[in-house]
């Protein structure tokens, strides 16, 4: 059984900066494309960002190209998200997701979720 626990979010003011961190366990984490979507309230959930295995190939939802940044540590079994300039419509709960699936693009699938973490940018 796969966890994912995210770690990281609150509340800042536009253009802030913001770190999501989501630890994994239970799965061959170096093996799993890992990937951030997000769901604003009565909005559909969005791919924001996914990284394959090996952290060599990413791939970013426009918008947030040049602001966000995805990153793996193979080592401690962990996904961060950078998130910089932050702009209000960037609220929204962001949930780390894991995968065996090679894809990297808007139609990457997972296998696993995790439960959530709020992330609100005041204007």
């Known amino acids: 059984q796969v966890q994912l626990a995210e770690s990281g979010g609150g509340t800042v003011q536009a253009g802030a900066s913001l770190r999501l961190s989501c630890a994994a366990a239970?799965?061959?984490?170096?093996?799993?494309?890992m990937a951030w979507f997000r769901q604003a309230p009565g909005k559909e959930r969005n791919l924001v960002a996914v990284i394959l295995s090996g952290g060599s190939n990413t791939y970013y939802a426009d918008s947030v190209k040049g602001r966000f940044t995805i990153s793996r540590d193979d080592a401690k079994n962990t996904v961060s998200l950078q998130m910089n300039s932050l702009k209000p419509e960037d609220t929204a709960a962001y949930f780390c997701?894991?995968?065996?699936?090679?894809?990297?693009?808007?139609?990457?699938?997972?296998?696993?979720w995790g439960q959530g973490i709020q992330v609100t940018v005041s204007s």
């Open positions: 239970g799965g061959p984490f170096r093996w799993f494309t």
């Open positions: 997701a894991a995968g065996i699936s090679a894809k990297i693009g808007s139609d990457y699938r997972p296998n696993y």
